[in-house]
């Protein structure tokens, strides 16, 4: 199996546990232009976690979650 320099590792708990804390609160995204790859990475979690968790959680979708959450992340801090 390869492992994808971008994928986080999605170990079924793992993640979840990384993710709890965010759950009932929504964080105002960093601005734009002080956006480091860090900051990137954490927005994309976040916004992965989000699209699961409208899901319900269903397995099977992980990497999906995060690609379209990573194309969400660039989308927003394209420069307009």
Excluded: C
């Excluded at 009932?24 to 916004?47: F, G, Y």
């Excluded at 409208?54 to 995060?66: C, I, N, T, Y």
């Amino acid at each position: 199996m390869t492992t994808l320099a971008f994928e986080p590792s999605f170990d079924g708990g793992h993640f979840m546990e990384q993710m709890r804390g965010k759950r009932n609160h929504r964080r105002k995204p960093p601005d734009p232009r002080a956006a480091d790859a860090m900051q990137r990475r954490e927005m994309v979690a976040e916004a992965a976690y989000y699209r699961a968790q409208r899901r319900g959680f269903e397995p099977g979708h992980a990497l999906e979650d995060w690609l379209q959450a990573e194309i969400e992340v660039e989308r927003t801090l394209a420069p307009h």
